[in-house]
């Protein structure tokens, strides 16, 4: 026997030993009833291995396990077309499983919250149940999906097409309401969509890493609204209230992709930058809605919109008056706030039956947010021979409007009109306009010169970086 054949089976001899007796462990170890009563005790859930077990050596010694599924009751919450579980080898030899890798693949998962406020995972008894300490050196998920419904306010979130790699997952004990208060974890994850009645993402990629429940989110980027998304999500679950703050940006997003979901058929041309800054605490959407504090904005220049030719429907304003104020200031509302209050308005009103385009020069809308209310710091547009500005705010805690006034202004950043819009988003008040001024161009002019000669001054109306 050769030297050369010799060395190769003193190598492959111990391996293949090797290989067998991991083999004869793993089969040995009812793995399949291990992870069913691992996961179930990590996640107070009913969870069945429904397909065939197979057992691999290479390149670490594992098990896989087909057609997983987690439920509560006669609800579904997940399934997993595969579990592929890597096991450390000494505590085999004493029939113990200690899993160093979990990879999941063909993973669903829908979470469902009631009119009442109960998730479809939570168990009748309000109890706390106590979840063990747990450690995985490596968590993948590979082509997973997550949909959740709040029955509550008929929303919907959805992510499809997302994979998840996690390092060094830890979970310390403790009581399963407060899970994510003792989690920590270093993970990349991409999703090709993220989805909401409001707005759609694509290629959604982002890092987190986080020790004892506080987590940073960085950087989160996008495509969205035909533009590029990037920002950073903190968010803080260590404290008696999950708190979150918020700051992102989206450049050259495009106006048509904008009001795509309120009107239909070719809204404009132009890019707009949009930027936000936002805090909040709360464990549900109406809790962190009534703490949200910051700010956000949306600026824009050389806008062309089909809203008709505003000029000339301006300039013809005081004799006919058959044009709303209020639709252009539901214009400002829609950028940076989302469509939620003017959900009882009929925008799309606006891009119907109207020929000819506004060029806009400036489009400003800029907004402080304290309470849950957002006020209106500089919002104003300005076109070829107009400039219309916004002030008043928006209540998105009792969800209406908030004093709102839309005025075409004088060189001075006076009103020449203006029309206030009131009560619910669901349901607003328009009033009738008031006008101050003539807006006929001659005339206009000899008034707008007498008043200065005379000194007479007005009421500033909008004092924001919109130049005439």
Known sequence: MSRRLKLTLMI????????????????RVDAKSRFEAMVSEATGLEVAVKGNVSIGLFPTPHVALKEVTLKNRESEIASVGEADIGVAFWPLLRKQVRIKRLVLRNVSVEVERDRN???????????????????????????????????ESDKELTATDCQFDGNNVQLAEGDS???????????HVVCAEVRNDLFIGADVNFSVAGERGIFKFTPVTMQIMGGKGSGIIYADFAGRVPAYRVRYAVTQLHVDDLFKSLASGK???????????????????????????????LRGKNLNIAIGDLDEKLSHYESSQNFNLVDVGAFFIVGPLGAVATKGYNFASIFQGTKGNTEIRILVSEWKVENGVAQAQDVAMAT??????????????????????????DHQGCARVEQKIRGSF?????????????????????????????GAKCEVFYKGSVQP
Not at 12 to 27: E, I, R, T
Not at 269 to 288: P, V
Not at 395 to 409: E, G, K, P, Q, S
């Open 384 to 409: 070829k021979e107009n400039r219309i500005a916004m002030k008043g705010s928006l209540d998105f805690v009792n969800r209406d409007f908030d004093d709102v006034t839309v005025a075409i202004l």
């Open 177 to 187: 309401a407060d899970i994510m208060e003792h989690l920590s974890l270093s993970a």
């Open 267 to 297: 809204v404009g041309e132009g890019m707009l930058d949009f930027t936000a800054d936002l805090s909040m605490r709360g464990r549900n959407a109406s809790e962190m809605t009534r703490t949200a504090q910051g700010e956000a904005s």
């Open 426 to 454: 669901s349901k607003p008040e328009v009033e009738k306009p008031n006008v101050f001024a003539s807006l006929t161009g001659p005339i206009s002019s000899l008034i707008s010169k007498a008043t200065k000669l005379m």
């Open 117 to 151: 406020g109960h998730f479809n995972f939570a168990k009748p008894s309000q109890a706390k149940r106590l979840v063990p300490a747990m450690s995985l050196g490596r968590l993948s998920l590979a082509k997973a999906s997550f949909r959740y419904i709040n029955r």
């Open 12 to 27: 492959l001899v111990p391996l293949v030993l090797l290989g067998a007796l991991v083999a004869l462990l793993l089969s």
